[in-house]
């Protein structure tokens, strides 16, 4: 397709959702099974308002069924879906209109996901989209039975490797996706409705207490040096807000936030998204902290005149200024992480560098430490 958004002054083409062309597929073989000619093209409209003409490939039609398919074009959006044949094959059944998952769909093992347990791990609007595009070719065909979509992709159990399925309890292939139908490249929506979905099954399943991590630096350190069970552990990428909202919303009892230095101290700012297109203030937040512990006007100018913040732990660690520095931006980050939580969760922050391990703890960190501590 040839739709596009700018971003970090970049033109980006968009694509189409797997959700799309499961809809686009169940359109063309109800037509191909109601009318009986094969077609080249089906045309839709997303959710997101955009019309699409696609090719349908791989025809194999009979009386009792027609199977197709759509390749998804994941536009300039990096996806392990991309390039992907999605098939379905329509069938006729006595009444109604149902959708159901085959080869290389995954199937919903946890409560709290969009589709209940046991369901293929179809989404509810590609759903919707498929059973309406299907009652629209009963109806211009005249059609008054009932008919059956099933989706799968036959690369489906090896592309689902290379995604978070398993950990949220899909088991045995992908996920059948999409609310807009449109891919949007580089989408934060995307990064938080994942957030989301495994913030949801973690509250099906009665789970009141997690860790949340920016990324695989946190995870490392939280194993290995801190000896705690990556069990109930979300990754939360530069969404430390939005987590903290989320989580508040399906009722947490508490999150231990543990991350590196280089994304953790905006939080002593108040910044809650921590990509650096968003804001970055690491050395005008350590500077600051320096001064609030007694350091000099020399001091906060190397401080600012560093490029990362292992830079800055370095000259910190040599004019005995790191402790002092990081008790201040510990008060910091817990005064901003109450406040963004408010008073029904309780939540508290792990600051680590490669180099130094811990740097600092909010005064209640330990002991949600000790609830998620492995015992050997």
């Not at 791990?121 to 979509?149: C, F, H, Q």
Request: with cysteine; net charge negative; charged share 25%.
């Amino acid at each position: 397709m040839e739709e596009y958004v700018y971003k970090d002054h970049r033109k980006l083409r968009l694509g189409y959702t797997t959700g799309t062309c499961a809809a686009a597929a169940a359109k063309a073989a109800a037509g191909m099974l109601l009318g009986g000619e094969a077609v080249e093209w089906v045309e839709l409209v997303t959710p997101k308002g955009i019309p699409l003409k696609l090719p349908v490939e791989h025809i194999n039609m009979s009386q009792e069924s027609v199977t197709c398919a759509v390749k998804k074009d994941a536009g300039d959006d990096y996806d392990v879906t991309d390039g992907a044949y999605v098939y379905v094959t329509v069938s006729k059944i006595a009444q109604g209109f149902e959708t159901d998952g085959g080869e290389g769909i995954g199937r919903v093992t946890r409560p709290g996901l969009d589709q209940p347990v046991g369901s293929a791990a179809i989404n509810s609007t590609p759903r919707r989209m498929m059973v309406e595009l299907m009652m629209e070719e009963a109806d211009n065909y005249g059609y008054e039975g009932g008919l059956k979509a099933v989706v799968s992709v036959p690369e489906g159990v090896a592309m689902a490797k290379r995604t978070l399925n398993e950990k949220l309890g899909i088991m045995g292939g992908i996920s059948i996706l999409g609310t807009s139908g449109i891919v949007e490249p580089m989408s934060e929506a995307a990064l938080v409705d994942t957030i989301r979905a495994e913030l949801s099954m973690y509250h099906a399943q009665g789970q009141k207490d997690l860790i949340i991590t920016p990324g695989n630096y946190g995870e490392g350190f939280l194993t290995d040096k801190l000896n705690l069970d990556l069990e109930h552990t979300v990754k939360c990428s530069n969404f430390i807000g939005e987590t903290i909202d989320m989580a508040c919303g399906f009722g947490m009892s508490s999150l231990l936030l543990i991350g590196h230095l280089g994304k953790l101290v905006k939080l002593g700012s108040g910044i809650m998204n921590t990509h650096s297109r968003q804001a970055d203030g690491r050395m005008e937040t350590l500077a600051s902290c320096v001064l609030l512990a007694g350091g000099d006007a020399d001091l906060s100018r190397r401080i600012l005149n560093c490029n990362t913040t292992d830079d800055a732990v370095e000259v910190l660690w040599v004019t005995a200024f790191l402790q002092p520095a990081m008790e201040q931006l510990m008060r910091r980050i817990d005064s901003a992480l109450k406040s963004r939580a408010g008073e029904d969760m309780d939540i508290e922050a792990v600051v680590f560098s490669n180099r130094y391990g811990v740097l600092g703890k909010t005064p209640g960190a330990e002991e949600l430490i000790m609830l998620h501590r492995k015992w050997l």
